[in-house]
């Protein structure tokens, strides 16, 4: 079983629910796809037996003494990367997108491109089992690339030794990383907060989702910091034909938790949250993926 | 003077910062844009009440092939540098791939048969509002199932503002959305959480802003709620720790009704205005 967290909203709770799922079985496939903010090897410390290059796409570069600044190029550009500065043709790095068309037009050939290969890929074991995450460099761009690559790792890893659940700890957002995370999984689980902003991504969320054909669960996470918030979820969750997972309270014991390296399950495991987790993870486990 | 809040971790309180930011010193009757860059997730204009006064549609330019004039010559295809353009040159069928198409051009330059044209399609909105007096909110919003925010996102921030202060709103990470937004502020705010994944993330925005020669500072939000590796990496790195928000129920709770906190606590409002004026005196350079 292929299950990805994810939420639109950053910070409701993804990566320490996606921890305790990943510490409730002794044998499990752990995937960190928020390759923009990969947190879950702080509290994994993985070893790492593979590390693969990513290349997030290139970089357009100006020979400037081929260049005749006739700015060609920048009529060209539809990205906005090209521009005159005092009569010298510049292009901005971090605003290329990288297609290449500059460096095919220029009279002079002055132009060439470079490759960004700052992105890694890493595959390792951890105390439960196998985890592969992926690490995008600072500024650069087409994540849900490697987050394809990063899940490819996983499957690949996971039929290899035999590890039936995969746990995909997802980006925040609805964006093209958000996208490849859920693509093709069993289940997806948004978890959500009671909050005006919560419901609001939410929506978004399941609107995205819902192109894509996946069982789709919601988890709300601080169901007590806003109760009549948490009770429009409820109904939202109904009115969108959604399973609700199941509700959790707000505990500073998952602060503590993450301090100390440990999942909450592993840090408390006696306690009512604790619990309210596992059964969350047997709930979505147990019903068989209605396409 | 443009001032962007980011942070690397999803969810530490950009909005809330933002949102309360704008209201304190917007409350001095000094006029100010807010601009929400979270294309993925806009949130701002919960918090507010305004009128739209004008919506702008983002679109980019993908190709449409005539498979009657195409010659199956494979040069778009080579062009393509998203591997946008499938075909079968047995079975004379071409299509652009929509989703990884980045509308740049390259294959209707590359086109030599008159094969290829091309159309409007849409990424998402810029809309603005006004909200009384004189203060004005810009949203970016990504139409939903749109890959990339950063076309939208980078049409809310060239909208023409005509405040002295302008606050961005900044999407979570460090990956291209937030240095297209960063790239036009004079100061960056950063704001996370004293927890190991805070910190992580942190030290990642830090480096990002290194290299990009920015001036900032860090707000630490929920700051009774974890532990002191945050603010030992601060010291060792000599950020200045611009302010500090306790957890409180009360905050959250406003929040997640979509109101302003600074709106029922007036030293909160003040302490948010405070902090700004020392930005603007510490690192004021011009209001361009």
């Known amino acids: ?124 074991d951890f105390r439960n089992g196998k985890m592969v995450y992926g690490k995008l460099a600072p500024g650069e761009e087409n994540s849900g690339k490697l987050v394809a690559m990063v899940r490819d790792e996983a499957r690949k890893t996971a039929k290899e030794n035999n590890l039936d659940t995969i746990v995909i700890d997802g980006p925040p957002g609805i964006g093209c990383a ?86 909450i399950v592993e840090y408390a495991p006696e306690s009512d949250v604790s619990k309210k987790i596992a059964q969350v993870f047997e709930k979505i486990n147990q019903k068989p993926a209605e396409r | 003077m443009k001032i962007a809040i980011g942070s690397g971790k999803g969810g530490t309180g950009k909005t809330l910062l933002s949102t309360n930011l704008f209201y304190a010193i917007h409350k001095q009757n000094q006029k100010i844009t807010l ?19 004008k919506t702008k549609t983002v679109t980019q330019k993908n190709p ?86 950063v076309p939208v996102l980078k049409a809310g921030i060239s909208e023409k503002i005509d405040t002295d202060h302008v606050i961005f709103d900044s999407p979570p990470g460090t990956s291209c959305p937030f240095i297209q937004t960063v790239e036009r502020a004079d100061y960056v705010i950063l704001i ?4 190991p994944f805070g910190l992580s993330d942190l030290r990642q925005s830090v480096e990002t802003l290194k290299t990009m020669n920015k001036k900032y500072g860090v707000v630490v939000n929920r700051a009774d709620l ?4 945050l603010y ?9 720790l611009l302010m500090e928000i306790p957890f409180s129920k009360k905050i959250a709770e406003v929040y997640s009704r979509g109101e302003l906190y600074a709106e029922h606590d007036e030293a909160f409002a003040q302490q948010l205005y405070s902090l700004y004026i020392k930005i603007l005196k510490n690192h004021g350079i011009s209001s361009n």
């Not at chain 1, 005749?68 to 009569?87: P, Q």
Request: net charge negative; aromatic share 6%; hydrophobic share 35%.
């Open chain 1, 178 to 263: 958000v996208i490849s995370s859920i693509t093709g999984v069993d289940n997806v689980l948004i978890i959500t907060e009671p909050s005006l902003s919560g419901i609001h991504d939410l929506k978004r969320t399941v609107e995205m989702t819902s192109k894509f054909n996946i069982k789709t669960w919601v988890l709300i996470n601080k169901y007590d910091l806003n109760e009549t918030a948490t009770k429009q979820i409820e109904d939202l969750c109904v009115h969108l034909n959604i399973n609700l997972a199941g509700k959790l309270p707000f505990d500073k014991k998952f602060v503590s938790a993450m301090i100390n390296c440990q999942s």
């Open chain 2, 226 to 229: 974890g532990d002191n590796a």
């Open chain 2, 232 to 240: 030992d990496y601060l010291k060792s790195e000599n950020i200045p």
């Open chain 2, 35 to 53: 601009v929400d860059c979270d294309s993925e997730e806009p949130n701002d204009m919960l918090f507010f009440k305004g009128e739209m006064v």
């Open chain 2, 192 to 195: 996370t959480e004293p927890t």
């Open chain 1, 1 to 124: 079983m292929e299950l990805a967290v994810i939420s639109g909203k950053g910070g409701t709770g993804k990566s320490s629910i996606s921890a305790a799922f990943a510490t409730l079985s002794e044998r499990v496939m752990v995937v960190d796809c928020d390759v923009d903010a990969a947190n879950l090897y702080l509290l994994f410390h993985p070893t790492i037996h593979k590390e693969e290059i990513y290349v997030a796409g290139e970089s357009a570069i100006i020979d400037e003494s081929k260049c005749t600044d006739c700015g060609l190029c920048m009529t060209y550009c539809r990205f906005d990367a090209i521009s005159e500065v005092n009569g010298k043709i510049i292009i901005n790095e971090t605003t290329c997108d990288g297609c290449h068309l500059c460096s095919r037009i220029c009279p002079e050939q002055a132009i060439t491109m470079v490759e960004n290969n700052k992105s890694r890929m890493y595959s390792g």
């Open chain 2, 64 to 149: 449409v092939i005539d498979s009657e004039k195409c010659v199956f010559c494979d040069k778009c295809n080579e062009w393509c540098n998203y591997n946008a353009i499938f075909y079968v040159k047995e079975k004379k069928v071409i299509r652009v791939l929509e989703d990884l198409c980045h509308g740049c051009g390259a294959c209707s330059v590359a086109c030599e048969f008159g094969a290829i044209t091309e159309k409007d399609v849409e990424l998402g909105v810029v809309n603005t509002f006004k909200v009384p007096v004189d203060s004005t909110i810009i949203e970016t919003r990504l139409k939903v199932g749109v890959y990339t925010p």
